[in-house]
Structure formats: structure tokens, C-alpha cells
């Protein structure tokens, strides 16, 4: 059966602590602590900034052995004026030794600039680009558009033919394109309300429940993770779905 994966953007932060954390745990504890709450963990530092070969096996040794985490994949490879020119950008990404996750490592994300409209041509160019598998792994990716233009069958049909996801963003701002393009589903929930303990209301959450089951009984495994609004409650509404889930 396909795997469902709740989750969460990061683990340290400060507001979480004395609330979905205990009191007094060891902020050199909170991913493990976390890791042990969730199927798997959305890394935003990852965009930023490379991490040292040892972080990534500190955080390996963190976690439980059916946990894997996302990984946002490096501005420098998604914000350049050509993505079809990120060759080498997306060779250094994969270098840093993120491969130290063996099995741990989940699908990559590929977040696009808002500005940055559908370009066939470019787009083809650059999902070429992403590599099945590296240093002996199997990866996934998945790309998320954030707009408008995207909304168009010659991307999906782009992303079918290199096995790549697009995202599901339930969001404000950007458009929430949904296509099944991929072996796998991935969701980024970020309309989450403080005034709503569970950040998104029963209404919500179980719609959000019947589609995971949708994507398992078509054989997709899913990665759904509560990111951004109010990220108070992102515990509290990852934990809430995957109650529903069992």
C-alpha cells in the first residue's frame, strides 16, 4: 500500500516550545523529538545555504529509520534568468552530501519564482536536468509553479515524462495547480488560522484526508505538510490530519 507522510516545515522553532514540544526539552532535541511525531520533515534552510556533510549525517542519526525528509533545493538553481543554465547549480546541490540521508531522503522540491511564467521551452530544458537517481539513490522531484501560466497540459505533460510531481499548494496568494504528473503526491498547506487550535477547521482537514486516500488508492505515495499561516498550529493541524488517517 502507498505511504502517506504528514508533516511539517522545519522543527526549530521558538513559539513551538512548551507547546507542541515539551517543557524543557533540549533544543538539540527537537528533531528527534519531532521526527517521532510525523512521517517526515520539509527542510527550508536547504534553500539558503549548503550543510556540511557531518549535519546531514547528524541528521540521519536523528531520525527513525522509516522517517524521511524533504528538501528544498538551493535558490541558486531556481532563480537564475535561465532555469535551462542551473546544470551546475543543481550538480553542487546534490554534492553537499546530502546522499548521507541514504534512504532518509525524500523528494526535493524545486520552488519556482512567483514572477516566472510557464516557458516551454525552458521548463523542458530544465526538468532534463534533474537526475533519477545520485551517488547510488533513487530520487524524486517535485516542482512547484507559482503561476498562473503553469496551468497548462504541455507542463504536466513535461513533468509526466521525467516521473516529476507538482505540488498541491492550498495558498492566498499563488494559484493551486493540481495535476497528477508523478509516481508520488505532494502537498504544501499554508492557509492554517491561529484562532483555529488545529489551524484548519474539521471541514478542511477532512477534505484533505479523503484526498490523501485518494492519491494511496491510486497507488501514489504523499507527502502532506502544514508550512506556513499561522505556523503555530502546524503541529497541531499535521498531527489533526494524521489522526484522521489512523
Same mark, same amino acid.
Request: net charge neutral.
Given at each position: 500500500?502507498?505511504?502517506?507522510?504528514?508533516?511539517? +516545515?522545519?522543527?526549530?522553532?521558538?513559539?513551538?516550545?512548551?507547546?507542541?514540544? =515539551?517543557?524543557?526539552?533540549?533544543?538539540?532535541?527537537?528533531? $528527534?523529538?519531532?521526527?517521532?511525531?510525523?512521517?517526515?520533515? $520539509?527542510?527550508?534552510?536547504?534553500?539558503?545555504?549548503?550543510?556540511?556533510?557531518?549535519?546531514?549525517?547528524?541528521?540521519? &542519526?536523528?531520525?527513525?529509520?522509516?522517517?524521511?525528509?524533504?528538501?528544498?533545493?538551493?535558490?541558486?538553481?531556481?532563480?537564475?534568468?535561465?532555469?535551462?543554465?542551473?546544470?551546475?547549480?543543481?550538480?553542487?546541490?546534490?554534492?553537499?552530501?546530502?546522499?548521507?540521508?541514504? %534512504?532518509?531522503? +525524500?523528494?526535493?522540491?524545486?520552488?519556482?519564482?512567483?514572477?516566472?511564467?510557464?516557458?516551454?521551452?525552458?521548463?523542458?530544458?530544465?526538468?532534463?536536468?534533474?537526475?533519477?537517481?545520485?551517488?547510488?539513490?533513487?530520487?524524486?522531484?517535485?516542482? $512547484?509553479?507559482?503561476?498562473?501560466?503553469?496551468?497548462? $497540459?504541455?507542463?504536466?505533460?513535461?513533468?509526466?515524462?521525467?516521473?516529476?510531481?507538482?505540488?498541491?499548494?492550498?495558498?492566498?496568494?499563488? %494559484?493551486?495547480?493540481? &495535476?497528477?504528473? &508523478?509516481?508520488?503526491?505532494?502537498?504544501?498547506?499554508?492557509?492554517?488560522?491561529?484562532?483555529? =487550535?488545529? +489551524?484548519?477547521?474539521?471541514?478542511?482537514?477532512?477534505?484533505?484526508? &479523503?484526498?490523501?486516500?485518494?492519491?494511496?488508492?491510486?497507488?501514489?505515495?504523499?507527502?502532506?505538510?502544514?508550512?506556513?499561516?499561522?505556523?503555530?498550529?502546524?503541529?497541531?493541524?499535521?498531527?489533526?490530519?494524521?489522526?484522521?488517517?489512523?
Amino acid at each position: 500500500m502507498a505511504d502517506i507522510r504528514i508533516g511539517i +516545515g522545519g522543527w526549530s522553532f521558538a513559539p513551538w516550545r512548551g507547546d507542541f514540544f =515539551p517543557k524543557g526539552l533540549a533544543q538539540s532535541k527537537e528533531l $528527534e523529538f519531532a521526527s517521532r511525531q510525523f512521517g517526515s520533515i $520539509e527542510i527550508n534552510g536547504t534553500f539558503y545555504s549548503r550543510q556540511a556533510r557531518s549535519t546531514w549525517e547528524k541528521w540521519a &542519526a536523528s531520525v527513525p529509520e522509516n522517517f524521511q525528509f524533504a528538501l528544498k533545493a538551493s535558490r541558486y538553481c531556481v532563480t537564475r534568468p535561465r532555469l535551462a543554465d542551473a546544470g551546475e547549480g543543481i550538480r553542487n546541490f546534490l554534492a553537499q552530501g546530502l546522499t548521507a540521508l541514504g %534512504p532518509k531522503l +525524500g523528494p526535493i522540491l524545486w520552488m519556482l519564482a512567483a514572477r516566472r511564467k510557464f516557458d516551454r521551452e525552458d521548463i523542458a530544458a530544465f526538468l532534463s536536468l534533474l537526475p533519477q537517481t545520485y551517488d547510488g539513490l533513487q530520487l524524486r522531484h517535485v516542482i $512547484e509553479p507559482r503561476h498562473e501560466s503553469f496551468r497548462d $497540459e504541455a507542463f504536466f505533460a513535461l513533468c509526466r515524462d521525467q516521473n516529476v510531481a507538482v505540488v498541491f499548494g492550498d495558498d492566498d496568494e499563488f %494559484p493551486c495547480i493540481e &495535476a497528477d504528473t &508523478a509516481s508520488f503526491s505532494y502537498a504544501r498547506l499554508q492557509r492554517m488560522r491561529e484562532d483555529v =487550535p488545529t +489551524g484548519y477547521d474539521e471541514a478542511a482537514l477532512d477534505g484533505f484526508a &479523503a484526498r490523501a486516500r485518494r492519491w494511496q488508492a491510486a497507488g501514489r505515495d504523499s507527502y502532506i505538510f502544514m508550512i506556513n499561516g499561522a505556523k503555530l498550529r502546524a503541529p497541531a493541524a499535521a498531527l489533526a490530519l494524521q489522526e484522521r488517517l489512523g
